[in-house]
T-cell receptor
């Protein structure tokens, strides 16, 4: 079975500061890893994904994440926070083709301090 | 706009009732997934259909059922509703072919059981 742990249900950073949202996963097969963002009263939008290949992946809105197999981690970062980044962020894992269901973490609510 | 549509946006009903949630996938997508987002359980996978056939099942209650029709739209039926069924229900769709298939999420249906 797969699982995802997101450390910190709430994270606050100042505008312009580094954003770091933590995600650790458990998977018995090579994982596909995702970060989704959810704005209030909206659906989920894919920020970035890791399937195979380069372990540092870049996504939309200046976010990036690095797959570290030895640490079973897939932390999300952004060098400089913007007010528009305030949202809930979900890390997710799947086994890929043949078993594509997403297993989500509990989410991290990001607050940006002006 | 992901291209996935869900109706209705909001649904308020009473305990013991039955409701049907509808999802239209993106044009050309063969796979449909249903997820439930609640305060208690977080975001969890319910069920997946691929080209009309059930492909994977998650933590879906026996009171819940789903189907995918020949035109590829899907319906999630919830019966004997309980207060705890109040949640946001998301539908996602993907192409469903070999290799990586990104899931695109609809805006969700917010169900309130009184």
């Amino acid at each position: 079975a797969q699982s995802v742990t997101q450390l910190g249900s709430h994270v606050s950073v100042s505008e312009g500061a580094l954003v770091l949202l933590r995600c650790n996963y458990s998977s018995s097969v090579p994982p596909y890893l995702f970060w989704y963002v959810q704005y209030p009263n909206q659906g989920l939008q894919l920020l970035l994904k890791y399937t195979t290949g380069a372990t540092l992946v870049k996504g939309i809105n200046g976010f990036e994440a690095e797959f570290k197999k030895s640490e079973t981690s897939f932390h999300l970062t952004k060098p400089s926070a913007h007010m528009s980044d305030a949202a809930e962020y979900f890390c997710a894992v799947s086994e890929g083709f043949g078993n594509e269901k997403l297993t989500f973490g509990t989410g991290t609510r990001l607050t940006i301090i002006p | 706009d992901s291209g996935v549509t869900q109706t209705p946006k909001h649904l308020i009903t009473a305990t013991g009732q039955r409701v049907t949630l509808r999802c239209s996938p993106r044009s050309g997508d063969l796979s449909v997934y249903w997820y439930q987002q609640s305060l208690d359980q977080g975001l969890q996978f319910l069920i997946q259909y691929y080209n009309g056939e059930e492909r994977a099942k998650g933590n879906i209650l026996e009171r819940f059922s789903a189907q995918q029709f020949p035109d590829l739209h899907s319906e999630l039926n919830l019966s004997s509703l309980e207060l705890g069924d109040s949640a946001l229900y998301f539908c996602a769709s993907s192409a469903g072919g070999e290799g990586y298939n990104e899931q695109f999420f609809g805006p969700g249906t917010r169900l309130t059981v009184l």
